[in-house]
């Protein structure tokens, strides 16, 4: 069973950046693609991007293509989100979930372990 812990979220201004960090704890880390979901007040959790376990294939939702970039570090079995030109509708708690399976894939029902989030507000 993995234990999957998210930090970096804050507050930015528009236009800004954070680096968004999931520690993850257990022995199938490296076998298994990682994915970033966010939740919006009032929302339902969407898809924001995933990796596959040795990194080589990512995936991005349309929202966040260009401004977001998803990596992995196998041998520290942590996987980082870097978000750049930070927009108002990004504003979410970000949750970082471990798949099942080891390619990547955008659907919700693939991931098995999540984290607690870390919640990213940008102003206007």
């Known amino acids: 069973q993995a234990q999957l812990v998210e930090s970096g979220g804050g507050l930015v201004q528009a236009g800004g950046s954070l680096r968004l960090s999931c520690a993850a704890s257990?022995?199938?880390?490296?076998?298994?693609?990682m994915g970033w979901f966010r939740q919006a007040p009032g929302k339902e959790r969407e898809f924001v991007v995933d990796?596959?376990?040795?990194?080589?294939?990512?995936y991005y939702a349309d929202s966040v293509k260009g401004r977001f970039t998803i990596s992995r570090d196998n041998a520290k079995n942590t996987v980082y989100l870097q978000m750049n030109s930070l927009k108002p509708e990004d504003t979410a708690v970000y949750y970082c979930a471990q798949s099942k399976v080891s390619w990547a894939t955008h659907r919700r029902i693939d991931y098995i372990y999540w984290g607690q989030g870390t919640p990213v507000t940008v102003s206007s």
């Open positions: 257990g022995r199938t880390f490296s076998s298994k693609a």
């Open positions: 990796i596959s376990s040795l990194g080589g294939s990512t």
